[in-house]
């Protein structure tokens, strides 16, 4: 029986659009998939330029070029001639939309000092060839009027007359003369109720205007994805300097040194531990980062259970200048030969490799 694919919750891409970037001409509308999205496409059908695009939107990696440049990217047979009649500047390569799951709905809502947010609300995204960028979440006036509801807690029956208001700036008249009609009724408590919706509502003249201001950007900016580009393998440096790698900022590290910085990330270490002066706080936390590593990396490639280690301590043993022993053996009875793994090496070597063992050990088993 096939397993349901992974819950996901946050911000998710749903969609993306590009338009006059390399290839693509006309606006080319693509759907993101809830689980998985493959690109399948003849060699120069667009793929590259797809993810390239999406990279550039809100790029994660250094190494890769990360804004658009008309000159370079524009289509080149319509460079010229849209260039005499249009400001480039201003044409949108590419915009995206992310639905923000419910789950995120009430902590964002307090991000942008909005009461409440609509189920299913969505995230447009944009940037132009200038390079600038817009983020905003935009509402109908009955998604806010509805959010509002949602705090103030009047009859849904008193609603009727506001959510078909053309705009925000009705809704106060209208929950003048609702008042006016609860009260002339007998219907003092709904008549409270619906009163403090104009209070309420102010808050939510940015959103379905959808002109974003600077607490909404930011609130947004902080919860959408940003987009990862790779081409090639990143090659983890043989040596590094971890004082010298923790001193800079992340936007000037280079492709080998944001391999190591995310090498340390995945391990679930910020760093630090490592160059503190103890050698012995530093030994412990390095041998536990190198454990805790290679379980991960067993965890995510263990194809199956009865695997034997004879390749990989093939290669221990050649590395090492160890004789070798039953390679055959399962991996999980490798940690009962250790006297015989060690057996040739001299007391220094040994020292240098006691962790090695360890690790093999650990992961293995």
Not at 60 to 83: Q, S, V
Not at 258 to 267: K, V, Y
Not at 270 to 285: L, P
Request: aromatic share 8%; with cysteine; glycine share 4%.
């Amino acid at each position: 029986m096939s397993q349901a694919p992974p819950t996901l919750t946050g911000v998710l891409l749903e969609s993306i659009k590009i338009r006059r970037f390399r290839n693509f001409v006309d606006p080319a509308p693509i759907s993101i998939e809830p689980d998985v999205t493959a690109l399948v496409g003849k060699t120069e059908s667009g793929k590259s330029t797809l993810l390239h695009a999406l990279f550039r939107l809100n790029p994660a990696n250094n190494g890769y070029k990360r804004t658009f440049d008309a000159t370079e990217d524009y289509p080149r047979w319509r460079l010229t001639p849209d260039r005499r009649n249009e400001n480039l500047s201003d044409i949108l390569p590419i915009s995206a939309t992310f639905i923000v799951e419910d789950s995120e709905l009430t902590e964002l809502a307090a991000a942008m000092g909005v009461p409440a947010l609509p189920s299913g609300s969505r995230c447009q995204m944009i940037r132009d060839y200038e390079n600038r960028s817009g983020i905003w979440i935009r509402l109908t006036v009955e998604q806010a009027v509805r959010c509002c509801a949602s705090v103030v807690g009047p009859e849904d029956a008193d609603l009727k007359p506001l959510v078909t208001a053309s705009s925000l700036q009705e809704i106060p008249g209208l929950v003048k003369q609702v008042v006016t009609d609860l009260e002339a009724s007998g219907e003092t408590a709904r008549a409270a109720a619906i009163k403090k919706l104009p209070a309420q509502i102010k808050h939510y003249e940015t959103l379905v205007s959808g002109a974003a201001n600077d607490e909404h950007r930011k609130a947004l900016l902080a919860r959408v994805p940003k987009f990862f580009y790779f081409s090639n393998y990143a090659i983890l440096p043989g040596a590094i300097n971890l004082t010298d790698l923790l001193a800079k900022d992340e936007d000037d590290l280079n492709e080998s040194e944001q391999t190591a910085l995310a090498l340390l990330r995945f391990a679930g270490v910020s760093g630090e531990e490592f160059v503190d002066s103890d050698i012995e706080s530093r030994k412990a936390e390095l041998e536990a980062a190198a454990i805790d590593l290679s379980r991960q990396v067993f965890e995510y490639w263990k194809q199956n259970e009865d695997l034997t280690s004879e390749r990989l301590l093939s290669r221990v043993n050649v590395a090492l200048g160890v004789e070798s022993f039953d390679h055959g053996l399962p991996a999980a009875q490798v940690a009962g030969h250790r006297d015989e793994f060690f057996k040739d090496l001299d007391g220094k070597t040994l020292d240098r490799f006691e962790a090695l063992f360890v690790l093999l050990n650990a992961t293995l088993s």
